[in-house]
């Protein structure tokens, strides 16, 4: 799994240019699925058949895309101004390498240095057109012969074991769900079951709308990233979701309410597995469920997250525990589903 995953958060793969990751996935599922295809939007949907015929009953999907900036323009210096694709906090962009375009050409995220600021500017987080990509260009001309207007750029970061059972890495918000599901392919499953690797899940699940729209399934589990909160200057009463200490089920975001009656199921199943879980307290943000839960007539939709701290920067942290977790509640919950009439 770690090996798995150390591939997939190497590959860049910024919201509608999640080419690489997708290639990666399709060569490891296509050894697995009975039947895969790579539907419009650039999702990926692998059915595997399972020892019970149940069709489309159960969808598993997890989005393998990530946060990246996009290049809008060109000064006449040869700098790249840029916007962002999908939430990000600009505080952490100042002076983080990235990788530009198809040629993933090296780049530094510049801005005025700091002993140039005025005291007002000194006591504000600077507005996104105040940074710059540095790609070492001299002029606009120099600029346009290495990158064009669209391209766009991911965090250049190396993931690595870091301290005491944690992974360090790129996207690992997005790429822990991928690689649990590529997992479970490998397994001789008890029924049916439909994989889907969603695109453009940061910028407003638009993949998995389609993809789910496609399947109509009956019932559908989201795995993600959750922000943990297990930080230092966070209340202690707002610490539930933390790393080590399990799956997170959360039971809302601002997108979907979780079917309660599989939320239940999943709660009972890790309590009885002795499965490490916990409750994700935090309701904001949205992902993919949202989109999957309002798909055609509707489906039942629950969700299950791996927790992971700075999420959308080049160095998110999990753990190895947690994800194993994740990869034995969602197994667990298959073996649950087979068994129904």
Known sequence: MRELLRRLCTLPGVSSWEDQVRDC??????????????????????FKEGDRATGNKLLLTAHMDEVGLMVRSITDEGYLKFDTVGPMDRRVLLGKRVLVGPRLLPAVVGLKAYHLVSRDEEKNVPKLEDYYLDIGAKSREEAQKLVCL????????????????????????????????????????????????????????????????????????????????????????????ALGKGAAIP??????????????TLRALAEEGNIPWQLREDTSGSGDAGAV?????????????????????????????????????????????SKED
């Open 25 to 46: 996935i399709v060569e490891v599922a296509r050894q697995y699925a009975t039947e895969l295809r790579v539907d419009a939007m650039g999702n990926v949907i692998a």
């Open 150 to 241: 669209g391209d766009v750029a991911a965090f250049d970061s190396t993931p690595e074991v870091f301290g005491g059972g944690l992974l360090k890495g790129r996207a690992l918000d997005s790429r822990v769900g991928c690689a649990v599901l590529l997992w479970l392919m490998r397994e001789q499953l008890p029924m049916d079951c439909t994989f889907v690797f969603t695109a453009q899940r940061e910028v407003g699940a638009r993949g998995a709308f389609g993809a789910a729209f496609s399947v109509q399934p009956e019932i559908a589990l989201v795995l993600e990233g959750a922000p943990a909160a297990d930080l230092a200057g966070v209340p202690a009463h707002k610490k539930a979701c």
């Open 293 to 337: 839960q309002r798909t055609a007539a509707g489906v039942r939709t629950a969700v299950v997250a791996v927790p992971v701290r700075y999420p959308h920067t080049p160095a998110t942290l999990a753990s190895e525990a947690d994800i194993e977790a994740v990869l034995q509640l969602t197994r667990a919950f298959i073996n649950h589903l």
């Open 251 to 264: 039971f809302m975001d601002r997108g979907v309410m979780v079917d309660r009656a599989l939320f239940e």
